[in-house]
C-alpha cells in the first residue's frame, strides 16, 4: 500500500526492507533524514546505526561490515562523499560489496545547502585514486528510489561492487507517494563465502587491496573492467520519453528530467516536437541509446540540461559522436531551472 514518505526516510526504509543491518554516517544536509531515520529504525530490525566521528570513519566501518558480509550503507552529501572518496576507492579495490547514498548539494569546497548535480564527474569517473568504477544511479522520483535502494544490495552482492545512488536537496525533501517492497528475511539472503566472518571450512579469507606485485595488480584491474563489461550488458538503465518523432531530444537525469518533461509537453502544445532521453544509470551509461537516436533522420538536436556548469554534457557528446549538435543548458549554485526557461533556451537555439 502506498504511503506518503519523504525522500529521505523512503530511501532508510527500503534499504531496512532490501536487508540493510548496519548504518554509518555523520550529519551532512540535506541528507540528514537518512541517518536519524536509521537511528531509531534498525534498533527495531535487530541492526546497529553508528554516528561515526567523521565521513572518514563512516566509509571504512561500512568497509569493515560489509567486508564481514553483512548488508551495509552510508550516506552523505557532496563534501561528506568526497571525504569518502579514498574508503570507496579501497572498497571497490577489495570487491567488497555496499550502497552509498550522495543528496548532492551545491559546489565547490562547502558551496551551499541548495540542490545540485555537480558530482556527476565525482560519482562517475571514480572519483577515488585507481582504476575503477562504482555502479552509479539516478532515480527521478520517490518510489523510483525506494526500488533502486531496494534492489542495489542485490546488485552490490552480485557483482561485488559498490553502488552509488545520486540525488539533490529537492528529490531528498520531497514528499511523494510511494510503496515500501515486503522486508526480505535475511537468512535467506544468498551467502558469502568470500567474506570475512567466520566460516567452518578452516580456509582463510583475507579482504583487503593491496598487490604490490605489478604484474597481480594489473591482472587483477583487467579481471576487474571485464566485470564491468558485464555490469554494462546487464544494467544499462534508462527512459525514452517521447522520442518517436522528435526532433530536439534532451537528456537529464534525476530531479531535472521532471523539469525536462514538462518542458517536452510544452513545447509540442506549441508545434516543436521535443522528446527525452533519460538516463537511470549514470555508470554504466546509456551510450548506445543516445548514439542510435542520434542517427535518426528526424532528430536536429540534442539539448543536455543540468545543475551544473556542464558535466554529463561530455558523455553525451562522446555518444553523439558528432553525428548532431549537442548543446547545453545549465544551472548552478543551487539554482534550479523552470520548465519555461528549458522552454525559452530550446526556442534561442532551434
Known sequence: MKKLWKGNEAIAEAAIAAGCRYFFGYPITPQNEIPEYMSWRLFE??????????????????????????????????????LKQEGISYIA?????????????????????????SDYFQATKGGGHGDYHCIVYAPCTVQEFVDITYRAFDVADEYRTPVMIIGDGMLGQMMEAAEIPPMRDISTLPKKDWAACGHSDGKQRLINSIRNEPDDLEEFNIRLFEKYKVIAEKETKYEEYLCEDAEYVFVAYGSVARICKAAVLTLREEGIKAGLIRPISLYPYPSAIINQTAQKAHVKKFITVEMSMGQMVEDVRLAVNGLKPVEFYGRCGGNIMMPADVVRFVKEVK
Do not use: D, K, W
Open 93 to 117: 579495490g577489495a570487491e567488497v560489496p555496499c550502497v552509498i547514498i550522495n543528496m548532492m548539494r551545491s559546489g565547490p569546497g562547502l558551496g551551499g545547502i541548495s540542490p545540485a548535480q
Open 45 to 82: 530490525v535487530g541492526g546497529a546505526f553508528i554516528q561515526a566521528e567523521s565521513e572518514v570513519s563512516a566509509i571504512n566501518m561500512v568497509y569493515g561490515a560489509a567486508g564481514a558480509g553483512a548488508r551495509a550503507m552510508t550516506s552523505s552529501s557532496s563534501p561528506g562523499i568526497s
